[in-house]
Each structure stands twice: as C-alpha cells, then as structure tokens.
C-alpha cells in the first residue's frame, strides 16, 4: 500500500525551522496518545541539536579556509611592497606597511630610474578588505609598468588615472601621492592625487612643511578633468632634510 504521512513533527533549533519528522500510522494501527507526541518530541529536539551541531560545524569550516585564504593572501601583498630599499648616493631610505586587517588597500613602491633618481609612490584604495587589496595590486602594477617610460610624477599619474577609469569600479577611487628624487640636484617633482600632503623637515630651519599640490584621486574624473586639476610642484632640499609620505592609517591611529 501507499505509505500516508499522518503526523508532521518541527525540528526547531533557536525558533528557527531545521527540519521536519515525517510519521505515518501506526503498525498497529492505533490513534497516537500523548506519550506517542512527547516522545516524538523528544526525538525533535535531539535532532535539533544534532543538526544546529552540523551547521555550526560547516560553518566554522568556511571560516577556517577563508581564514587560510586571508593569511595567504596577506603574504602575497606583503611579498609586493618593496623587500629591500634602494641604494641611492645622496638619500637614505625607509619604509614599512602594516594592515591593520589581513590586507588591505594602502600602498608604496620605491621606483628606481636611471642617473641615481628615485620615484616614490604612496597610495590608498579607499575601503577596506580583500576588494581594496585587488584594485592595491592593480595600480601598483600599473605604476611599475608605466614607469619604464620614464616619467614625471604628473606624467606617470596622468597615464595610470586613464588606464584606471576604464577598470576602476564607480564605488572605488584610489588617492596617490608620488615624489621623483633627483639628488645631484638636491631637487625633487612632486604630484598628488588627492592623497595626504607630504611633510617636508628642513633641518636648516628646523621647520616643517605642509606640501600641498592640488589634485584629484583616481577614477573620481575623466582624464581631462584629472590632469587639468593635477599640478607638479619642484622643490629644493638641503642635506639633513626629511621627507615624510603616509596614509591615513597615521593620521586615523588616535590614541586616549
């Protein structure tokens, strides 16, 4: 004979609906008495248990393997900022990034030219998480890439702000600040792209400076907007100088 459902007992885990026991009849035949429903009961609640159990399981195995992602995929972006600092006669150099989550969006890359020079850049995707630390790789690439050409500061962020508004996702934009070192010239090229400014120490005055060039961030405008408002400052410095590039992971990190 066809078998017939002929009670439905819920499963129940924390007024959430897990599941259902299906019962037929009786193989005697006999109507269901109280007993029959507090044991069915019973066994709908250890099932609940059994199955919330299950559940906590498979998700606490998600967690660990994307935890195991993260943790590799901190290693990789680490691995890409710079491993060692130039050599440059006439600067000496230092730099450090530390996420403040698994990754991260903020950036720098030392860019050795010829004749001894150096291009610095600095950068920060704006949000957080594994989305900013892909669009991080991509402009660092493209910087590096770009660079072979030789370029000024502006020249190098006017070229990577047209290859980035055509990738670059509308609820993004990514701020840059870049400074081309020429130290037989005690000079330097600066261009911001709406990232913080650069603090320059001048040891002989023993005074700090805000450097402040006007600019806008990546993929905010097109490019004609982007390079009209982009402006390149030269600046001379004296031995003993500092020049200071950061994020605003620096200017966030307030403490009591």
Known sequence: DKFVFRQVIPIRSKERLVGLILVGEKQSESAFQRDDYEFLSSVAAQAAVSIENAFLYEELREQERMKQELRIARQIQLSSLPQSTPE????DIFGISQPATEVGGDFYDFLDGKNDELLVVVGDVSGKGTSAALYMAKIQGIFRSLHTFDLSPRELFSRANRILMH???KSFF???????FLPQQKKLLLARAGHLPLL???SGTKKM????????GF????SLIFEQKLEELSLSYQKNDVFLFATDGITEAFNS
């Open 167 to 169: 990738d670059l996702d």
């Open 88 to 91: 440059i006669p006439g600067l």
């Open 174 to 180: 990514i701020t840059g600040l870049g400074a081309k």
């Open 209 to 216: 400076f805000i450097m402040t060039s006007s600019g806008l």
């Open 200 to 202: 320059h120490y001048q």
């Open 219 to 222: 993929g905010l405008e097109n």
